[in-house]
């Protein structure tokens, strides 16, 4: 797959980052000509002042990693983080109300989304398919989509299981072609990226994109 590094987010949110892991992250990403990074919102500055002339899109995080935040506060980081150069938003939302039966993440997705449409800004939103069942993940992507988010993604990489194939199959058939899909957790093979695109992802988080890279130089060689 030839244009496999347009569909991976370099992704590195360890709570040990340091600003050579960032340097590091740019460095791959440059050379890989990756489609994004994905950092925690402290480097978003710094990763899109070295990135400012290159077709990389500086992705971060808000709410990261249980959306636990009310929405004031996911608001606040979501200014902030566009403030600083953030290119698209990565929204964990409110896993508490929708468990809780409400329907306040439909409307905290609303509000977050009309922010960054203002100001021309991709919101994908993270809704933890590990802890949902099939029609939780259906209802999950029907709510995203109608509170105007531009993809859903599967995981944070902080619950017990990431990105599975049937999820993308089943969310792929749940949400209109306009709405893009991340598979994010647990990718860390080449043949498993390529599975997940295949059923469906537009977007794969991995803090192994260099090495599935590698992977694939070395079956073309």
Not at 2 to 27: A, G, H, Q, W
Not at 156 to 171: C, R, S, V
Not at 207 to 217: D, G, H, N, P, Y
């Amino acid at each position: 797959m030839k244009n496999l590094n347009r569909f991976l987010e370099s992704t590195v949110l360890k709570p040990t980052m340091t600003d050579k892991d960032v340097d590091l992250l740019i460095r791959d990403a440059i050379e890989e000509q990756f489609i994004g990074v994905c950092i925690p919102s402290f480097w978003v500055k710094k990763a899109k002042r070295e990135l400012k002339d290159e077709d990389i899109q500086v992705v971060t995080v808000i709410g990261f990693p249980f959306g636990f935040e009310d929405t004031a506060t996911k608001v606040a980081e979501t200014k902030e983080a566009i403030k600083n150069g953030a290119d698209e938003l990565d929204l964990v939302w409110s896993q508490t109300a929708f468990h809780s039966g409400m329907n306040w993440p439909k409307i905290e997705i609303a509000q977050i989304a009309k922010l960054c449409h203002e100001e021309e800004r991709i919101l994908k939103v993270i809704i933890e398919t590990a802890y949902l069942s099939t029609a939780q993940i259906r209802e999950a992507c029907l709510i995203c989509q109608e509170a105007g988010a531009d993809f859903v993604k599967t995981s944070t990489g902080y619950a017990p299981t990431g990105a599975k194939i049937e999820d993308i199959q089943l969310m792929r058939q749940t949400l209109s072609s306009g709405v893009g899909i991340k598979a994010s957790g647990g990718i860390k093979t080449l043949d498993f990226a390529l599975e997940l695109i295949r059923a469906g992802a537009d977007r794969i988080g991995t803090s192994s994109a260099v090495s599935l890279m590698k992977e694939l130089r070395s079956r073309e060689s």
